[in-house]
C-alpha cells in the first residue's frame, strides 16, 4: 500500500508517495550511511534527473543499492 510521508527538503515540507517496504529501507541505508532520513532523502533529490520525480528517484535508489549489495554475494 502506498502511504504519503511528509519530509523538510531545503527548509520546505514536502510529501512524497511511498510504498512502507522503500521507506523501511531508505531508513535502513540512511542508517547504514550514518545520515538522518531526511539527509539521504535531499542527496537523492539533488541528485536526480529533473524528468524524475521524487517517489520514483527514492525507488530506485533503493533498487540501486540493493543490486549493488546482491552483486557482491
Not at 521524487?54 to 525507488?59: E, F, N, T
Amino acid at each position: 500500500m502506498i502511504r504519503k510521508h511528509s519530509v523538510s527538503l531545503h527548509g520546505h515540507r514536502t510529501s512524497l508517495s511511498l510504498e512502507e517496504p522503500f521507506w523501511q529501507e531508505l531508513k535502513a541505508i540512511a542508517s547504514d550511511r550514518g545520515l538522518s532520513l531526511a539527509a539521504l532523502v535531499a542527496e537523492i533529490d539533488e541528485t536526480r534527473e529533473a524528468s524524475t520525480n521524487l517517489s520514483s528517484a527514492l525507488r530506485l535508489h533503493v533498487l540501486d543499492v540493493l543490486k549493488a549489495g546482491a552483486a557482491e554475494n
